[in-house]
């Protein structure tokens, strides 16, 4: 049936409806791409509403997608909308209250774009409030729908590197604004959680010795995973590196490039002493759909099947804790900080 669910956006911004003119001929990140957009071209998903504080963003909400109905309040929307499912789209400091609101409002799926919120404790409130109310929760680090980020991780599942022992990894911006996108993808390569990490902040940064209102700074760090996997982060504002990593093995390298562009996969040459790798013949496939088109598609899976997404709360927040590691670490005059991290409450602030 064609519009089967009802959905509405929070937030009426650029991820919330309008960054898909920044996407036009884009090689990876296609189009539709914002919440609203998807909503408005998935069958099964119907766009009937939008909420923001402006009256500027509402007016160009409804200019862009016709006959919806806005709000001031989204709580209003909540109410009077009786939405299937929500795209929650503000800035980062919002993401808690607005999917708690949600899922008390009945909404049988939320889909919070990256950052999943500003502190682990906001996190747990989220994920508490969501199995509360039977509503699925998925986290728009998009990556996770992505085909050559899919078939990176069976690669690594099949051996192609052997037995994994060092990720590198390099990411510009802030690290709960832009590189949460590249720890979350780095989480679901290894596919196991963090022990511990030891990170700094680039630059003259220096933040006041308390648990809440940091701002977000670019920065980097090393740590290991549960098994024992090393991981070496770099990440500055003006790196030209948009977000790399390379996975070594016992057997080989696997080298993904800014940000799905390329996928190499080096492997052991028995013939070359000096070298030691040859460059493999691989496929990796070709994206066939939007990121967030496939978000909505698994959410509404999660939904029909009372499954789960691939990018659940608990994938959103454990790479959000490792930015949080990294700042706590900082904090603590860069103290290795074991996983969980104990620190809650500490929230970096980003828009």
């Given amino acids: 049936m064609n519009g089967e669910y009802r959905a509405g956006v929070i937030g009426l911004g650029r991820m919330g409806a309008f960054i898909d003119d920044e996407m036009a001929g884009h090689p990876v990140f296609l189009v539709p791409y914002s919440h609203a957009a998807v909503f408005a071209h998935e069958p099964r998903t119907r766009l009937v509403a939008g909420a923001a504080p402006g009256e500027e963003s509402r007016a160009r909400f409804r200019q862009r997608y016709g006959d919806v109905r806005t709000?001031?309040?989204?709580?209003?929307?909540?109410?009077?909308?009786?939405?299937?499912?929500?795209?929650?789209?503000?800035?980062?400091?919002?993401?808690?209250?607005?999917?708690?609101?949600a899922a008390a409002a009945g909404v049988k799926g939320v889909l919070v774009t990256?950052?999943?919120a500003i502190s682990l404790a906001e996190c747990d409130i989220m994920m508490h409030?969501?199995?509360?109310?039977?509503?699925?929760?998925?986290?728009?680090?998009?990556?996770?729908?992505?085909?050559?980020?899919?078939?990176?991780?069976?690669?690594i599942a099949e051996g192609a590197v052997g037995e994994v022992r060092e990720a590198t990894a390099y990411c510009t911006h802030g690290l709960v604004h832009n590189v949460t996108h590249l720890f979350d993808i780095l989480l679901m390569l290894l596919d196991e959680p963090m022990a511990w990490m030891v990170g700094y902040l680039e630059g003259e940064f220096d933040?006041?010795?308390?648990?809440?209102?940091?701002?977000d700074a670019s920065g980097g760090?090393?740590?290991?995973?549960?098994?024992?996997?090393g991981i070496h982060f770099a990440g500055a504002h003006d790196k030209i590196l948009g977000l790399d990593i390379d996975i070594v093995g016992t057997d080989g390298v696997l080298r993904c490039l800014y940000n799905?562009?390329?996928?190499?996969?080096?492997?052991?040459?028995?013939?070359?002493?000096?070298?030691?790798?040859?460059?493999?013949?691989?496929?990796?496939?070709?994206?066939?759909?939007s990121q967030t088109t496939g978000a909505i598609e698994d959410l509404i899976q999660a939904i029909e099947t009372d499954g789960e997404t691939c990018s659940t709360g608990e994938d959103g927040r454990a790479a959000l804790e490792m930015c949080i590691a990294i700042h706590e670490?900082?904090?603590?005059?860069?103290?290795?900080?074991?996983?969980?991290?104990?620190?809650?409450?500490?929230?970096?602030w980003c828009r």
């Fill in 114 to 116: 990256k950052p999943m």
């Fill in 260 to 289: 799905g562009l390329g996928l190499e996969l080096w492997e052991k040459d028995p013939n070359d002493p000096y070298t030691r790798l040859r460059k493999a013949e691989i496929d990796p496939p070709q994206e066939t759909k």
């Fill in 329 to 348: 670490s900082q904090r603590l005059g860069n103290q290795r900080i074991d996983f969980p991290v104990q620190n809650r409450e500490l929230s970096v």
């Fill in 71 to 101: 709000y001031a309040d989204y709580n209003e929307m909540l109410e009077k909308e009786k939405l299937d499912i929500v795209g929650v789209a503000t800035h980062a400091p919002l993401h808690a209250e607005a999917t708690v609101a």
């Fill in 221 to 229: 760090g090393i740590g290991r995973t549960k098994s024992g996997v």
């Fill in 207 to 215: 933040p006041p010795e308390t648990l809440t209102h940091r701002i």
């Fill in 129 to 155: 409030a969501c199995r509360q109310h039977g509503t699925k929760l998925t986290i728009g680090h998009g990556r996770r729908w992505m085909e050559h980020f899919r078939y990176a991780r069976k690669l």
